[in-house]
């Protein structure tokens, strides 16, 4: 009966949908650096800001994201004393924060967004291809598109991180898909650690995974765990059928796979048909639901021997607890541990926090024999003090200085942009790049800082006649009576449904595809997203969707196993508050060896572009008189030659990874053994993005997860 009357509740909000629609797909956006923001108190408790205590750990560990919290959690859960460091504050029951389907409002909070500044390409002629580029207006604004105001200063292309407790998982998509084993075996093969191996790695997403859309009686149970901490959910096909645009999309996605869709799609309009305002009668939901549903995988994270290599269109599991529909993140489990306490009130477990905590340098003792040894770590204490955060002062020394020691070892877990960053402010890295900065050497490490990864993405967009109705009368809160938000928020309701479309981020297929230049795994993933996603620049919450402009659908095109390794990460100065020069040189710019292998990248994701256009293209409308147009990339960019340059001017990526990177013995540029222990040094190691030698899978999350757990492992290892 409560599904029947939620569902009736959805129809019925669909039909009063406002007819507003956006047609221009152009961007063309003017935000303040620091924009004006709301105002909501959290949701729940949030972790003090103190800087560390006068006192000594066993473990400090440097960055509360993916790689850093899971460790911290893990070492200290075994009783071992740790000090967890984090630049930036705890925001995490904020409502962009925990609500799913808010999280490119995350990513624009000022007190989360570290905005860095990056380059696609060194050639300025290329770079200013980019229609999304960001320039800094002469009125001190952020400008992005392509006719910027007079008199601006081109910057480069935006790309949003984290400064919180829990990293960038306090604003990813919440996609939480497992790597291809090959991406496990093949650091098995390079570091001859059998730990590395597949299925031993998926030991730890066993036992990290708390799954929520399976049973455990189910076949693909032994694949799965049940009493981990991230929570893993898929939502309910109900959510999505009262939108009928939607559902036509989704129709000719599955057609497009070879699904026979007809049948299906006739049923829909006869019960529709039948209606005044043409929305599905809510008695019919569910059995449509359950009938689209059939046409899609719905665990891809299973281990069938042919998962990494099989095409499928299929659901997309997300990190949002059930039924609250809530953000599930290490963010919430390092509370949980360092708010513990024990039946007499006092501490729990020896884990301390420091936040607004930015780590200068690692200290090294000064051996007379053998390796430099960490011993700690120094940092300036106060808010905002990194010049990634808008807030930050641009010039000036602000902070309090301190430092604090470790008696066994420092991990560093900053992310692929900020380890390589704090190694080479610590002396380890390029010893003519730190000479050149006058700082110190500690070990000549050269590939500290190289290796630079990321994925490429790209949008194919429609605009529709109409609004879709899954954001029907969301406010996005922006204003205090937000309906959606107030579904979701409703207490005590263990209905899905009935906490509304706040409860998902909106992708519920995805397409995995092995592309004609693909190698044994997929290297395509294509994502169904009800907005217009164009990639990133300041403000682009202005137009994914708003409360009146929700027309638009985009398939997001991910070119996985990009095989681009060229790009760096270098220090600007010796300031630790300054960002360090970001280059991703894409499709091996500017090396002419690398350009075969950048040629079969453009080639691969211009085949996913064209299976979303040829999607597009082929929609049957559910409703007769509904129409989709394709408006990015516009019509008139349509042969191969067109759609690869424009692959090359517009594609972005924000998975960056490979900077410290793992590798063998005897490679010179390899900075970590197969254990994170940086090499040349003791006590010293790196866990994150930063630690993979390649790349992996589709989206890097879990399989940083899967990472911090083995990292864990070793360390507790070496401890006893």
């Known amino acids: 009966m409560r599904a029947t009357a939620t569902l009736a509740l959805l129809s019925a909000v669909i039909s009063v949908v406002a007819e507003s629609v956006s047609e221009s797909a152009d961007i063309n956006v003017t935000v303040p650096r620091t924009p004006t923001q709301n105002n909501y108190p959290p949701n729940g408790p949030q972790l003090p800001s103190n800087p560390p205590g006068n006192k000594s750990y066993e473990y400090i560990v440097v960055g509360s994201g993916a790689g850093g919290a899971p460790i911290a959690a893990r070492l200290a859960l075994a009783g071992h004393s740790v000090l967890l460091v984090e630049a930036g504050g705890d925001h995490g029951t904020l409502r962009e924060v925990e609500v799913p389907s808010l999280y490119i409002g995350a990513s624009e909070r000022n007190e989360l967004n570290w905005g860095y500044i990056t380059r696609h390409y060194t050639n300025e002629t290329q770079t200013r291809r980019d229609r999304k580029l960001t320039y800094l207006t002469p009125d001190g604004e952020y400008y992005s598109g392509a006719n910027p105001p007079e008199g601006s200063q081109m910057l480069g292309n935006y790309y949003p991180r984290v400064g919180g407790l829990g990293g960038c998982t306090e604003h990813f998509a919440l996609i939480s898909i497992l790597p291809a084993s090959n991406d496990w075996d093949n650091i098995k093969q390079l570091t001859g650690d059998q730990n590395w191996d597949a299925q031993n790695m998926r030991g730890y997403f066993k036992k990290l995974e708390k799954n929520e859309y399976l049973s455990s009686k189910d076949n693909d149970a032994k694949a799965h765990g049940f009493s981990g901490w991230m929570a893993s959910s898929i939502e309910p096909m109900a959510l999505y059928v009262p939108d009928l645009k939607m559902v036509s999309v989704f129709l000719s996605a599955a057609s497009a796979m070879g699904s026979q869709t007809t049948s299906l799609l006739n049923t829909i309009r006869k019960y529709v048909s039948g209606t005044a305002d043409k929305v599905l009668p809510s008695n019919y939901t569910a059995g449509i639901a359950n009938q689209l549903s059939e046409f899609f995988e719905y665990d891809i994270n299973n281990d069938s021997p042919d998962r990494d290599s099989t095409e499928s269109l299929s659901r997309i599991p997300l990190a ?138 790209v949008g194919v967009s429609i605009a529709a006649s109409s609004n879709f109705t899954l954001w029907a009368n969301c406010t996005f809160i922006t204003t205090a009576d937000d309906p959606c938000y107030a579904a979701w928020s409703a207490p005590n309701n263990t209905d899905v449904l009935a906490h509304g479309p706040y409860a998902t981020d909106g992708i519920a297929l995805g397409l995995f595809a092995r592309s004609s230049v693909a190698g044994a795994d997929h290297d395509l993933w294509v994502g169904g997203v009800p907005g217009l996603f164009q990639g990133f620049f300041p403000g ?37 508050r300054d960002t360090p020069r970001i280059t991703f040189r894409s499709f091996g710019e500017g090396d002419a060896g690398r350009q075969a292998d950048a040629d079969l990248d453009v080639k691969a994701a211009v085949e996913g572009m064209k299976w979303g256009i040829k999607v597009f293209d082929s929609i049957v409308p559910v409703v007769e008189g509904d129409s989709f147009e394709r408006v990015w ?88």
């Open 320 to 457: 949002v607890s059930s039924p609250d529909g809530k953000r599930s993140s290490p963010r919430n489990w390092i509370y949980e541990i360092a708010t513990a306490k024990n039946a007499d009130g006092s501490k729990k477990y020896a884990l301390d926090v420091a936040l607004h905590t930015l780590v200068t340098k690692v200290d090294f003792d000064t051996p007379v024999n053998g390796k430099p040894k960490a011993t700690g770590i120094n940092y300036l204490y106060g808010e905002a003090l990194y010049r990634a955060d808008p807030r930050a002062n641009s010039t000036g020394d602000a902070g309090t200085p301190g430092s604090v020691s470790a008696t066994r070892e420092v991990i560093v877990a900053g992310g692929a942009f900020n380890s390589p960053q704090i190694l080479k402010l610590s002396g380890i890295g390029p010893a003519d790049e730190l000479s050149k900065l006058e700082i110190p050497v500690v070990k000549d490490l050269p590939g500290v800082g190289g290796n630079l990864q990321d994925r490429y993405e």
């Open 540 to 576: 682009m919450s202005r137009t994914v969707v708003t409360p009146t402009s929700q027309n638009f659908f985009t398939w997001v095109v991910l070119k996985a196993h990009s095989r681009n390794n060229a790009g760096s990460v270098n220090l600007t100065s010796a300031d630790p």
């Open 633 to 720: 990339p516009p019509k008139e960019v349509s042969s191969d030659e067109q759609l690869e340059q424009w692959v090359r001017d517009e594609a972005w990526g924000h998975h960056a990874s490979c900077t410290c990177p793992i590798g063998a013995d005897d490679d010179p540029m390899a900075v970590l053994d197969g254990q994170f222990r940086v090499r040349g040094v003791e006590g010293l190691r790196v866990v994150d993005a930063s630690a993979f030698p390649k790349i992996p899978g589709t989206f890097p999350t879990v399989a940083i997860y899967m990472l911090a757990e083995k990292a864990a492992a070793d360390i507790l290892a070496d401890a006893k």
